[in-house]
Structures are given as structure tokens and as C-alpha cells.
């Protein structure tokens, strides 16, 4: 059973910034996709960054937050970590790791939260105006 571990969030102001960690205790899959995805309450969860594990691909963002947001990872340690920046108000979510086959990171898929198998508990980002 894969186990996904978030970590980072916090409380900052707008214009600040928090980075967020995600570790997976294994991979099911021969090549994943590693994704970052936020909500809040009353809306749907909104997909955020993506990436092929292991690179080689160029990785995947909402339009909605160009250049403020980075994704990236670790492999040794299993890890992939978003980078927020010039936080705003907006951006207050729970913020959840998920993975999925590594299939699901295409330009047309990777915002569709059903095809994601494995998800963290989620790590809550605060920004205040």
C-alpha cells in the first residue's frame, strides 16, 4: 500500500512563500505521475502542478498561477516538493500529493483528479492579506 506524506504548509502573508513536501513510501506503478492538487471548501479539487517521475518531461501547471508555483523532485528520497511563491489570499487551500500511473501525465490528463490512485492527507496553506 503506497503511503504518501505531506508537510510545509503553514500560515504566511501574501507575497510570502511555503514549500511544500511530499514522501512516498513506494511507488505501485514502473513510471508515475506525481501531482500536487488544492482545495477548498465547497469547490472541486483543482489540480496544481504535475510531474513525470524521473524526469525527462518537461512538468505540467494550471494557467491560472504562471511562474508563482514549482514542482520538483527527489527521487533517492522519494520526494516531490512545490515551491509557492508571491503567495496570495487565493491560494489558501488544503494542498494533497497524489500519484498515478506515469500514463496520466499527458497535457490532457493530468488535472483529472480521478485518475490519480494515491492520495496524502493533505497539508493545509494559509495566506493572509
Known amino acids: 500500500q503506497v503511503h504518501l506524506e505531506e508537510s510545509g504548509g503553514g500560515s504566511v502573508q501574501a507575497g510570502g512563500s511555503l514549500r511544500l513536501s511530499c514522501v512516498a513510501s513506494?511507488?505501485?506503478?514502473?513510471?508515475?505521475?506525481l501531482a500536487w492538487f488544492r482545495q477548498v471548501p465547497g469547490k472541486e479539487r483543482e489540480g496544481v502542478a504535475a510531474?513525470?517521475?524521473?524526469?525527462?518531461?518537461?512538468?505540467y501547471y494550471t494557467d491560472s498561477m504562471p511562474g508563482r508555483f514549482t514542482i520538483s523532485q527527489d527521487n533517492p528520497k522519494s520526494t516531490v516538493y512545490l515551491t509557492m511563491t508571491s503567495l496570495e489570499p487565493e491560494d489558501t487551500a488544503m494542498y494533497y500529493c497524489?500519484?498515478?500511473?506515469?500514463?496520466?501525465?499527458?497535457?490532457?490528463?493530468?488535472?483529472?483528479?480521478?485518475?490519480?490512485?494515491?492520495w496524502g492527507q493533505g497539508t493545509q496553506g494559509t495566506v493572509s492579506s
Open positions: 497524489a500519484v498515478s500511473s506515469g500514463l496520466t501525465c499527458h497535457v490532457a490528463k493530468w488535472r483529472d483528479s480521478s485518475r490519480y490512485t494515491y
Open positions: 513506494e511507488f505501485a506503478y514502473s513510471s508515475s505521475c
Open positions: 510531474i513525470y517521475r524521473g524526469g525527462g518531461r518537461q512538468p
